[in-house]
Nanobody, 115 residues
Framework: QVQLVEAGGGLVQPGDSLRLSCTVSGIIFSINVMGWFRQAPGKQRELVASITGRGVTDYASSVKGRFTISRDNAENTVYLQMNSLKPEDTAVYYC?????????WGQGTQVTVSS
């Protein structure tokens, strides 16, 4: 059974940066596509970035050029570097496997961007 533990969120001002991390256990991490998702109040959870086991990345248009996803297969950890944060990036951020139905989500980490 997968376990996903996110960390690194916080309250920041527009234009600031944050780095999120997610430690994964219970699966063969290196062969899984991993993603970062976010869910804002009243909205559906959306995929913002994904990375294959070999490091091929993809981004939602809303974050492209500002966010960078990376992974450390030796540490079973996936990261999300978020730069030039905007108020519309405010959400709970989760990591997970984009191609798994019924993911066992972690608690997420809150990111709030406000002046």
């Amino acid at each position: 059974q997968v376990q996903l533990v996110e960390a690194g969120g916080g309250l920041v001002q527009p234009g600031d940066s944050l780095r999120l991390s997610c430690t994964v256990s219970g699966i063969i991490f290196s062969i899984n596509v991993m993603g970062w998702f976010r869910q804002a109040p009243g909205k559906q959870r959306e995929l913002v970035a994904s990375i294959t086991g070999r490091g091929v990345t993809d981004y939602a248009s809303s974050v492209k050029g500002r966010f960078t996803i990376s992974r450390d297969n030796a540490e079973n950890t996936v990261y999300l570097q978020m730069n030039s944060l905007k108020p519309e990036d405010t959400a709970v951020y989760y990591c997970g496997r984009p191609f798994v139905v019924g993911e066992d989500w972690g608690q997420g980490t809150q990111v709030t961007v406000s002046s």
